[in-house]
């Protein structure tokens, strides 16, 4: 492996560890976003603003008795999903909510161009 290629190699390394990294709690997501303003990607920035709207879906409805509990058990299967995607570096959005997410953030956590 050449240093271009090796270089490349780690660049698309992090990319997919910022976007994994972002599901992994609050801090995981301050951590990611921080890592991301170092090596900014399309993905990460999709994978932060996705994480981003499903945490803060997940605090609003913990406020919510009974109802919102019950609705977090399909949060979990979305935050499973969001974590399968960012890991085979995929930009799906996710079910029901994923695309009012990106939309919503995208003026937070901008595409990457370039």
Not at 50 to 66: A, D
Not at 89 to 110: A, T, V
């Amino acid at each position: 492996m050449n240093y271009q290629q090796s270089e490349h190699h780690i660049a698309t390394i992090d990319a997919r560890a910022i976007a994994v990294i972002s599901y992994l709690s609050i801090v995981g997501w301050v951590i990611a976003l921080l890592m991301h303003g170092r090596n900014p990607s399309e993905c990460s920035a999709f994978h932060l603003r996705q994480s981003l709207g499903l945490f803060l879906t997940w605090v609003v409805l913990s406020f919510i008795p009974v109802i919102g509990w019950l609705l977090a058990v399909p949060l979990f299967a979305l935050w499973v999903i969001g974590i399968y995607h960012a890991w085979t570096k995929q930009q799906l959005y996710l079910p029901l909510l994923g695309k009012w997410f990106d939309e919503s953030f995208n003026s937070l956590i901008r595409r990457h161009h370039g």
